[in-house]
T-cell receptor, first 115, second 110 residues
Framework: EPEVTQTPSHQVTQMGQEVILRCVPI?????FYWYRQILGQKVEFLVS????????KSEIFDDQFSVERPDGSNFTLKIRSTKLEDSAMYFC?????????????FGPGTRLTVL | GENVEQHPSTLSVQEGDSAVIKCTYS??????FPWYKQELGKRPQLIID?????GEKKDQRIAVTLNKTAKHFSLHITETQPEDSAVYFC?????????FGTGTRLKVLA
């Protein structure tokens, strides 16, 4: 069964550094998402992406964040200048259709630790 | 605004008993409601979902019920087993996203 994959599984970085988290969505899916989960808390929406454009973003997704689909398979989340409070698990997800009416499949996550 | 409330936050049951987790949502246009199970350090995994044109859906020991009038939906797990211990999240759709509930930590005591 196809799965969403993410790399790296764990990223440690110094405050102020840039990080790029990578995701490979399921191949026939058209909608891509990033969520984050601070330890012990709920899953929070960051951004959704379709047809090379952001469909929706949350207030968490400020100017320090950006997303890109650099080629036909990868979907990336960049944090330009990391802060301590960016430490969290970041999940990529994908779905065939959007508008929240289709199942979203989650990747295994990248644990980001900002020191 | 869009909001999903989930109760209880923790739930302990004896093995073999039933567990019920409830969620309420605010957007009356929502029409798809998934439930995810998340084991420690793992990804959320879809366990069951329901669309608004049905009131109940069952899959072996798991069932979900939906009351669109009251805007709430519930997860029911019967004959609980230790491997059911995990955090369970409900979700309701936003425009291009899911809005997740706050999670329920289920402990099944052997």
């Amino acid at each position: 069964e196809p799965e969403v994959t993410q790399t790296p599984s764990h990223q440690v970085t110094q405050m102020g550094q840039e990080v790029i988290l990578r995701c490979v969505p399921i191949s026939n899916h058209l909608y891509f998402y990033w969520y984050r989960q601070i330890l012990g808390q709920k899953v929070e929406f960051l951004v959704s992406f379709y047809n090379n454009e952001i469909s929706e973003k949350s207030e968490i997704f400020d100017d320090q964040f950006s997303v890109e689909r650099p080629d036909g398979s990868n979907f990336t989340l960049k944090i330009r200048s990391t802060k301590l409070e960016d430490s969290a698990m970041y999940f990529c997800a994908s779905s065939f259709s959007g508008r929240g009416t289709d199942t979203q499949y989650f990747g295994p996550g990248t644990r980001l630790t900002v020191l | 605004g869009e909001n999903v409330e989930q109760h209880p936050s923790t739930l302990s049951v004896q093995e073999g008993d039933s567990a019920v987790i409830k969620c309420t949502y605010s957007d009356s246009a929502s029409n798809y409601f998934p439930w995810y199970k998340q084991e420690l350090g793992k990804r959320p995994q879809l366990i069951i979902d329901i669309r608004s044109n049905v009131g109940e859906k069952k899959d072996q020991r798991i069932a979900v019920t939906l009351n669109k009038t009251a805007k709430h939906f519930s997860l029911h797990i019967t004959e609980t087993q230790p491997e059911d211990s995990a955090v369970y999240f409900c979700a309701a759709p936003g425009t291009y996203k899911y809005i997740f509930g706050t999670g329920t930590r289920l402990k099944v005591l052997a």
